[in-house]
């Protein structure tokens, strides 16, 4: 048995996605600990995970809602420049505490997001090995490779290879604060420099979400790097979808996710386009609106609005998904062979859109100012163009073998049993 600890963001998502790994590795027998502030304890659903609270004096209890709101509403530069400095005290926490709690606890592994370079740090300051998950796209640089935020599409070409070029610098300008976190603990713990997350990624293994055929064209994708498909609780643990839907009507569903669930006036414009096309919706906007609002937007179009739903039990009866370009629902939406519509937001959902308009899966719009007539048409498109549903099937094919929750837990467990590069040649995997 191995005692692992999980380091990674407090967010939603990337929490879920490694309590899926978290419990396949318990189901065979290993120790999982999540070393994060204390809020995040509440958020943890596996009762066998164990959590270690750090942070208590620069992240007390109830002080995570407000880097969660700032996260979900940046605004602009200023409002930027405060999610970065979020995660630059955060990186800067958990490499000063996590180290002795760590020692204490007997950790003998790290899985670290590659979002949290807190865990490869503290990591290899303890001698520990780590693997790195890429709950979001993953942030493995290559000179013709936009960085996942990077809303344009792959250019193999000199021009593209400049565009990437000058786009990372200026991107990491503005993470210089994080850098600057990232570069002081490096140091400080005797390792070598770097500043940047993919500076932070394990040499032995590291495993992604983002299906290799859903991804740009890489040409230095490192051996040892394994794309498993989506991180996901086992399907039949999820409840199932009881609405009433009519089969003579096509049935879409819409949501932006835990951090973008408020934006009414989006959804607004996609329940009107739906009216107009005389098609099924279904809205969930994860909590992020009240009652009124939720009655506004079935007199706008919607057949159903919601908190939360089975979201893959939903999409495995949709035609078609309007979503914020979030990787997860992007998945599931794979996983069910469903076109997507992608209107993105912040963080890495350009690049994820970027990724659907070029995997041929669907289709993305401004969200800024896509109207209704622009959702409506862009809506049609997906319904009735076949090409659409058929890349989406057969991604899905390939989504649906690659391994998950499960396949990440064995290569993480024989990683580390191993001790050396786990690569995509050994005959045994």
Same mark, same amino acid.
């Given at each position: 048995?191995?005692?692992?600890?999980? &380091?990674?963001?407090?967010?939603?998502?990337?929490?879920?996605? $490694?309590?899926?790994?978290?419990?396949?590795?318990?189901?065979? =027998?290993?120790?999982?600990?999540?070393?994060?502030?204390?809020?995040?304890?509440?958020?943890?659903?596996?009762?066998?995970?164990?959590?270690?609270?750090?942070?208590?004096?620069?992240?007390?209890?109830?002080?995570? *809602?407000?880097?969660?709101?700032?996260?979900?509403?940046?605004?602009? %530069?200023?409002?930027?420049?405060?999610? &970065?400095?979020?995660?630059?005290?955060?990186?800067?926490?958990?490499?000063?505490?996590?180290?002795?709690?760590?020692?204490?606890?007997?950790?003998?592994?790290?899985?670290?997001?590659?979002?949290?370079?807190?865990?490869?740090?503290?990591?290899?300051?303890? =001698?520990?090995?780590?693997?790195?998950?890429?709950?979001?796209?993953?942030?493995?640089?290559? %000179?013709?490779?936009? $960085?996942?935020?990077? %809303?344009?599409?792959?250019?193999?070409?000199?021009?593209?290879?400049?565009?990437? $070029?000058?786009?990372?610098?200026?991107?990491?300008?503005?993470?210089? %604060?994080?850098?600057?976190?990232?570069?002081?603990?490096?140091?400080?713990?005797?390792?070598?420099?770097?500043?940047?997350?993919?500076?932070?990624?394990?040499?032995?293994?590291?495993?992604?979400?983002?299906?290799?055929?859903?991804?740009?064209?890489?040409?230095?994708?490192?051996?040892?790097?394994?794309?498993?498909?989506?991180?996901?609780?086992?399907?039949?643990?999820?409840?199932?979808?009881?609405?009433?839907?009519?089969?003579?009507?096509?049935?879409?569903?819409?949501?932006?996710?835990?951090?973008?669930?408020?934006?009414?006036?989006?959804?607004?414009? &996609?329940?009107?386009?739906?009216?107009?096309?005389?098609?099924?919706?279904?809205?969930?906007?994860?909590?992020?609106?009240?009652?009124?609002?939720?009655?506004?937007? *079935?007199?706008?179009?919607?057949?159903?609005?919601?908190?939360?739903?089975?979201?893959?039990?939903?999409?495995?009866?949709?035609?078609?998904?309007?979503?914020?370009?979030?990787?997860?629902?992007?998945?599931?939406?794979?996983?069910?062979?469903?076109?997507?519509?992608?209107?993105?937001?912040?963080?890495?959902?350009?690049?994820?859109?970027?990724?659907?308009?070029?995997?041929?899966?669907?289709?993305? $719009?401004?969200?800024?100012?896509?109207?209704?007539?622009?959702?409506?048409?862009?809506?049609?498109?997906?319904?009735?163009?076949?090409?659409?549903?058929?890349?989406?099937?057969?991604?899905?094919?390939?989504?649906?073998?690659?391994?998950?929750?499960?396949?990440?837990?064995?290569? &993480?467990?024989?990683?580390?049993?191993?001790?050396?590069?786990?690569?995509?040649?050994?005959?045994?995997?």
């Amino acid at each position: 048995m191995t005692h692992f600890a999980v &380091i990674a963001p407090p967010f939603h998502s990337h929490l879920r996605a $490694l309590e899926a790994i978290s419990s396949e590795l318990i189901r065979r =027998g290993h120790r999982l600990t999540f070393v994060q502030q204390a809020d995040v304890c509440a958020a943890l659903c596996h009762p066998a995970l164990q959590f270690a609270a750090v942070g208590a004096a620069s992240h007390p209890p109830g002080s995570m *809602q407000a880097v969660i709101s700032r996260a979900a509403r940046p605004g602009g %530069p200023w409002g930027l420049k405060r999610v &970065i400095a979020d995660l630059a005290c955060a990186t800067d926490m958990l490499c000063r505490e996590a180290p002795l709690v760590l020692s204490t606890l007997g950790v003998e592994a790290v899985i670290a997001d590659q979002m949290e370079p807190a865990g490869a740090l503290v990591a290899e300051s303890l =001698g520990l090995p780590y693997v790195s998950v890429a709950c979001a796209l993953p942030f493995n640089r290559e %000179p013709l490779m936009p $960085l996942p935020v990077m %809303p344009w599409r792959y250019q193999a070409t000199p021009w593209g290879e400049q565009l990437n $070029l000058h786009s990372a610098r200026v991107y990491d300008w503005m993470m210089r %604060p994080h850098g600057d976190v990232i570069a002081a603990h490096a140091a400080a713990f005797g390792l070598a420099p770097r500043r940047t997350l993919s500076e932070c990624l394990s040499p032995l293994l590291q495993v992604s979400q983002t299906p290799i055929d859903f991804d740009f064209p890489r040409q230095a994708l490192p051996r040892h790097v394994h794309a498993v498909g989506p991180l996901r609780m086992p399907l039949q643990d999820e409840p199932p979808l009881t609405l009433p839907i009519e089969t003579r009507r096509p049935f879409v569903f819409a949501s932006f996710g835990t951090l973008q669930g408020y934006r009414f006036g989006l959804f607004q414009r &996609i329940a009107r386009a739906c009216r107009e096309l005389d098609v099924q919706l279904l809205v969930a906007h994860c909590g992020g609106l009240d009652h009124r609002q939720e009655q506004r937007l *079935q007199k706008a179009g919607a057949t159903w609005v919601t908190d939360f739903a089975p979201q893959r039990s939903v999409l495995a009866n949709a035609q078609a998904v309007v979503t914020h370009a979030g990787l997860n629902t992007v998945l599931d939406a794979l996983e069910a062979g469903v076109p997507v519509l992608a209107l993105p937001i912040a963080f890495d959902q350009p690049g994820v859109a970027a990724r659907v308009e070029y995997a041929g899966v669907g289709l993305r $719009l401004n969200h800024r100012i896509a109207r209704s007539s622009d959702i409506c048409n862009a809506l049609l498109r997906l319904l009735s163009e076949p090409a659409f549903h058929e890349r989406a099937s057969a991604l899905g094919r390939e989504v649906r073998v690659s391994g998950g929750a499960a396949r990440a837990a064995y290569l &993480i467990e024989t990683a580390v049993r191993r001790n050396r590069p786990l690569t995509r040649d050994d005959d045994d995997l």
